[in-house]
């Protein structure tokens, strides 16, 4: 499974971007963010990588607490892509944001996409 994001860029403090993260590369990935649990993380620089949003096949969607109410995870499994709806950036926001699915206990990871927030 190969999984790509995309959607980055450079924005004002206030501003919104949507991420996405498509999935391909087998016959699995036709369900891959409606049967696995599905993550973003990001790493800013000098910083360890952190978890951002997750969504689970049968349960509730969860978020860091510093993006709770600005940040929303979803999927579309048609297209095989998981988005992040960001809103209401923060120059705090800044950093390289990953996609992350594990199936059957391996974890894929994308190349990340840039997101950088000026104040």
């Known amino acids: 499974v190969q999984l790509v994001e995309s959607g980055g860029g450079l924005v004002q403090a206030g501003d919104s971007l949507k991420l996405s993260c498509t999935a391909s590369g087998s016959a699995s990935t036709s369900n891959v963010f409606s049967v696995n649990t599905a993550k973003w993380f990001r790493q800013a620089p000098g910083k360890q990588r952190e978890w951002v949003a997750l969504m689970t096949p049968h349960g509730p969607s969860n978020y860091r607490q510093s993006v709770k109410g600005r940040f929303t995870i979803s999927a579309d499994t048609s297209s095989n892509t998981m988005y992040l709806q960001m809103d209401n950036l923060k120059p705090e926001d800044t950093a390289v944001y990953y996609c992350?699915?594990?199936?059957?206990?391996?974890?894929?990871w994308g190349p990340g996409t840039q997101v950088s927030v000026s104040s």
């Open positions: 992350n699915v594990e199936i059957q206990m391996k974890p894929y």
